[in-house]
């Protein structure tokens, strides 16, 4: 045999060889098909080996894919328009299911961002614009995870999570929506500052009750005690008098006397012969 013709076998060796061997990765799913008839999917990561020219193989991811969804706005019960940002993690579950409805990867992002959408409209149809960006934002997702989970399934499809990254509203309502928060701020602070005004009011007005009664009641027990004291001087003026009645109008005059001298240049026009001076006029009498 001619060196071409050995060269040749060798070739169509290497090929045949080469065409019966193929190997999956750890991260595919692998379908092998004979006459476009789908034959076997269960492999396992390695080589395997097939018919050539009557076996071929198609190979999908088995990893996490993401899906990034273009903003489109969505209606709330209140048909409020808000615009949505989500994405969503799927991955291949039954490989023959997928490729037997969506063949493609593409199509299989095509018809989940439909499903998605889907389920969000629904979801953001019941639901107030309060509801929608806090209230119940973990009851909106859990509800859209598992639709979305439900409804995939039929096409061998796992969707890991749906996750809404953005909600907004529309350029032309945004600033009307912020307007009224202003406005429903700006009473509620109307409001709290007026129950502040009514409650000082109402402290004050406890306080200057309080500061009356007190006052009333130290005034009365003032004069209870003034009374008192008037009382027992008087009793005590009393008895002292009805022990020495002369001694006591001695010191009672000698105490007038003491106030009316006691300071300089006081000076006093009287009858030297009144009652006033009769200690006095004693004492002269007496040198």
């Known amino acids: 045999m001619k060196p071409s013709g050995w060269i040749a076998l060798t070739i169509l060796a290497v090929v045949t060889v080469w065409g019966t061997v193929f190997s999956v990765d750890q991260r595919e799913h692998a379908i092998r098909f004979r006459f476009g008839e789908i034959v076997e999917t269960d492999y396992a990561p390695g080589l395997h080996f097939k018919f050539p020219f009557v076996n071929n193989v198609q190979k999908f991811s088995n990893q996490i894919l993401t899906i990034n969804s273009p903003q489109e706005a969505f209606l709330t019960e209140e048909k409020k328009n808000l615009i949505v940002d989500f994405f969503v993690k799927w991955r291949i579950s039954d490989v023959r299911q997928f490729y037997t409805d969506l063949l493609t ?55 890991v999570d749906v996750r ?75 008895n002292a008098y009805n022990k020495d009645r002369e001694f006591y109008s001695f010191y009672r005059r000698i105490n007038a006397y003491r106030n009316a001298f006691g300071a300089e240049g006081d000076l006093l026009v009287l009858d030297s012969e009144s009652d006033f001076f009769r200690y006095l006029n004693r004492s002269e009498s007496r040198e």
């Open 105 to 159: 990867e593409s199509r299989a992002q095509q018809r989940l961002l439909e499903i998605i959408k889907d389920d969000i409209r629904a979801e953001f149809a019941k639901r107030t614009v309060p509801e929608v960006v806090s209230a119940e934002r973990r009851e909106l997702m859990f509800e859209m995870l598992t639709n979305a989970r439900r409804a995939a399934s039929e096409f061998g499809i796992e969707v």
């Open 164 to 238: 809404v990254k953005r909600i907004e509203f529309r350029d032309e309502v945004s600033e009307s929506v912020f307007q009224r928060m202003r406005q429903e701020r700006a009473r509620v602070a109307s409001e709290l500052r007026a129950e502040g005004a009514e409650m000082a009011e109402q402290i004050r007005a406890d306080a200057d009750r309080q500061k009356t009664v007190i006052i009333s009641s130290a005034y009365r027990e003032a004069e209870i005690l003034r009374g008192e004291g008037d009382a027992n001087a008087a009793e005590t003026y009393a």
